[in-house]
């Protein structure tokens, strides 16, 4: 079995910043992709950051300049440092891995339960 577990989540005044954690455990052989998507209240659930195995990054136009995602293999790990932040990035994040476990050959996809962020204006 396979955990992502969320942390860093909470509610803070436009401007400030936020730094989200995400730490996958487990039967764990690699992780491939990482990354962070968030979902507003009505709205579909959108992809913020992501980054691979190399480090190479992607994100959504709306957090460019402002949020970055960086991961730490050694510890399973992805982060997003949130700065700048703006009310309408308010949302529940969730954090997604590509896993291959122990045995298995597939990547299979992986999500944390979420943890809210609350930007006040």
């Known amino acids: 079995q396979v955990q992502l577990v969320e942390s860093g989540g909470g509610l803070v005044q436009a401007g400030g910043s936020l730094r989200l954690s995400c730490a996958a455990s487990?039967?764990?052989?690699?992780?491939?992709?990482m990354g962070w998507y968030r979902q507003a209240p009505g709205k579909q659930r959108e992809l913020v950051a992501a980054?691979?195995?190399?480090?190479?990054?992607n994100y959504a136009d709306s957090v460019k300049g402002r949020f970055t995602i960086s991961r730490d293999n050694a510890k399973n790990t992805v982060y997003l440092q949130m700065n700048s932040l703006k009310p309408e990035d308010t949302a529940v994040y969730y954090c997604?891995?590509?896993?291959?476990?122990?045995?298995?050959?597939?990547?299979?996809?992986?999500w944390g339960q979420g943890t809210q962020v609350t930007v006040s204006s």
């Open positions: 980054i691979t195995s190399g480090d190479s990054t």
């Open positions: 997604n891995a590509m896993i291959r476990t122990v045995g298995m050959m597939a990547l299979y996809d992986y």
């Open positions: 487990g039967s764990i052989f690699s992780i491939n992709a």
